[in-house]
């Protein structure tokens, strides 16, 4: 199974979760694992999104209990560790997809980018050397699977 | 869908990973998902036992890398925080059962138990004040059953 | 600059805050540095009787800011990976005393017996194999010496 | 005692360790301590620069071991939690000063502007909302101090 890492902001627009949620219905119909940081904003919207259409959903929390996941999260993993989780989604997911995002999504695209690990921003506020870009969750997804696959 | 975390030795006798195949089999059949540290000796067996039975399986690993997760875990979270992923393990599992073991394992089972959750000892190299203790991988699954859902 | 780590009760009675305290007097006097947990109890006594005699205290919290440290620490690391913190004391330090203490010294002796470090018990609440003993605070510091000299 | 930060490139240029050092010089010199990743390039040659003017030194290393600290780190740091080490940096610094750097360094940047701490730009790869930024090592250590006591 490949894991897709959604990273975004936690306090999002009604644009970037309507985004999100596409991705995250697309990451569940192409048959891969949502993987997040489990919280709200972009993380609940794509969770949602993949939740709805049958996907698995993995959300890693920065607390040392589940109750913050938000209610799409088939998985919750209590980090414990804080923002420092944010190694762990980038470490686990075969890819990133970015959607819009503040400091803490651009400190899991910086982490990602260090790790040479593939990060897509779709309508991402961060546009880091290094960074791919999509139009549209289809594009993104389309992006993931080749590199994923390749 | 609820987590039981089996933990163990990583150099386990041939009867521990009997032991935790089997628990790792009930598991499976009873529709929880397996958390485990995702590499070799009881990890293995255990994981081995749910993903035959068409189990989920969720390996919590040291490294930052997900290549040395044994074959049988559906979902490696690459924690990349050493052996301080015990606590990921224990903080994310809803009860655990715990099969032989060295100082790794204990180190799970003081952590559990200061965050006040159950562990079941099967067969188990420690006996710490506030374990329980199950005679059968059968009788672990009741245990851990019971303290689940009460 | 070698670093000697204090572990034990936050809950600690008050012969083991005495204890404690002169540990942590003659880790200073011998010019070793203090590492411990930062907290309060046996953490405290600890950091007191090193500060006390002009030692240099590093306490390694679990939270993510700096505020919850006894006033005896000179050096705060905010670690915010809660008490997966305890992987950092022990690794740094050269050498453990362990005083009183509950599931989480357990766990810190656990995970320092794990990687072969010296863990010497001084009225100690646990009893694990390969620790060592000592009846007093000046014979735990000779025994700490005599495992980082040798 | 407060605690400067100092991140940096890890390949640095002979410009970028001239600057560091300077800026370990003056941390030391005006009684601060001096945390970093310990590790080479730009965390050794500030190392370096407050080791030589009598500086305390602290080096929060990625392994669980001390071998790879800079020969100028006085209290070594062992995480063994990989990169995600630099949230301790940024969580147990109280400024912090960038020099240079490349995706790991961004990757502090973002997790100290996340927590609202002062970056401190002097000759620095980035330029993100929130940092403040000095034209020479002097300068920066006055906005530190003016930050710090403000």
């Known amino acids: 199974m490949y894991l897709i890492g959604?990273?975004?902001s936690q306090?999002?627009?009604e644009k970037a979760k309507s985004i999100a949620y596409e991705v995250g219905k697309l990451i569940a119909l192409n048959n891969f694992v949502l993987v997040c940081g489990g919280l709200?904003?972009?993380m609940e919207a794509?969770?949602?999104g993949a939740f709805d259409h049958?996907?698995?959903t993995v959300?890693?929390?920065p607390d040392k209990d589940k109750k913050n996941a938000n209610p799409y999260i088939k998985i919750p993993i209590a980090s414990g560790m804080g923002y420092a989780r944010n190694f762990c989604i980038v470490q686990s997911a075969d890819c990133l997809i970015?959607?819009?995002g503040s400091y803490g999504t651009l400190n899991e695209i910086s982490a990602a980018l260090n790790l040479q690990k593939t990060v897509i921003g779709l309508e991402c506020s961060w546009?880091?050397?290094g960074m791919k870009f999509a139009n549209s969750p289809q594009e993104a997804i389309e992006l993931a699977k080749k590199f994923i696959f390749s």
């Open 6 to 8: 959604v990273i975004g």
């Open 11 to 13: 306090k999002a627009s």
């Open 40 to 42: 709200d904003g972009v």
């Open 46 to 48: 794509a969770s949602k």
């Open 54 to 56: 049958g996907g698995l």
């Open 59 to 61: 959300g890693i929390l």
């Open 98 to 100: 970015a959607i819009e």
């Open 127 to 129: 546009n880091i050397e």
